[in-house]
C-alpha cells in the first residue's frame, strides 16, 4: 500500500461510538492511518408520518446538522489530540447508507455494535449490521469494553 491508509469510523454521540473511535484511534496510530470520521444526521420519520400532527420538541434541520456536525468535529479533534490525521464528514443521510458509501476508498471501516438509534435489546444494531454486510472493505463492529482491551465488555 502507498502511504498511509484511511480508516473510516462512525460516531454519533452514544457510548458505543465513543468506544468504537477511542478503537479505531489506537489502530489509526499503530499503523499511521488516517480517520474519517462520519456522523450523518436525518429528519425523523414521525415529522412525516401525520398531516397537521403538531411535534412540539421536533429539532430543526439546522439543529440536526449543527449536533451532527458538533459530534463530528469533537470527535475528530480528539484523534487530532491523539496523533492521528482526522477530517469530519457531516451528511443528511441514513447512518448505513452514508457509512457504506465513504468506505468506497477505505481499508477498514469502524462502527459501534450499536448506537442511538433502533431498539436498544438488540445485540447487533442495524447499522452495524447493514455494514457488515454491504461495505465494499473490511468492518471491525467494536462491542462495548473492547476499546480498553476487555473483549466483549468483560472486565
Known amino acids: 500500500m ?3 491508509g484511511t480508516i473510516v469510523v462512525g460516531v454519533d454521540g ?3 461510538a465513543r468506544e468504537a473511535l477511542a478503537w479505531a484511534i489506537r489502530e489509526a496510530a499503530a499503523h499511521g492511518d488516517r480517520l474519517r470520521v462520519v456522523t450523518t444526521w436525518h429528519l425523523p420519520a414521525v415529522v412525516y408520518g401525520a398531516p397537521g400532527l403538531a411535534m ?3 429539532p430543526t434541520l439546522e ?9 463530528a468535529e469533537a470527535a475528530a479533534a480528539e ?3 491523539g496523533g492521528v490525521e482526522a ?3 457531516v451528511r443528511e443521510a441514513q447512518a448505513a447508507d452514508a457509512l457504506i458509501d465513504l468506505a468506497a476508498d477505505a481499508d477498514l471501516l469502524v462502527v459501534g455494535s450499536r448506537g442511538h438509534g433502533g431498539f436498544t435489546g438488540l445485540l447487533l444494531g442495524s447499522v452495524s449490521a447493514q455494514c457488515a454486510h454491504h461495505a465494499p472493505c473490511p468492518v471491525m463492529i467494536v462491542r462495548r469494553g473492547a476499546a480498553h482491551g476487555r473483549p466483549g465488555g468483560q472486565s
Not at 63 to 71: P, T, V
Open 63 to 71: 439543529g440536526l446538522e449543527a449536533a451532527a456536525r458538533d459530534i
Open 79 to 81: 484523534a487530532r489530540a
Open 2 to 4: 502507498d502511504g498511509p
Open 14 to 16: 452514544s457510548e458505543n
Open 56 to 58: 412540539p420538541d421536533t
Open 87 to 89: 477530517d469530519a464528514v
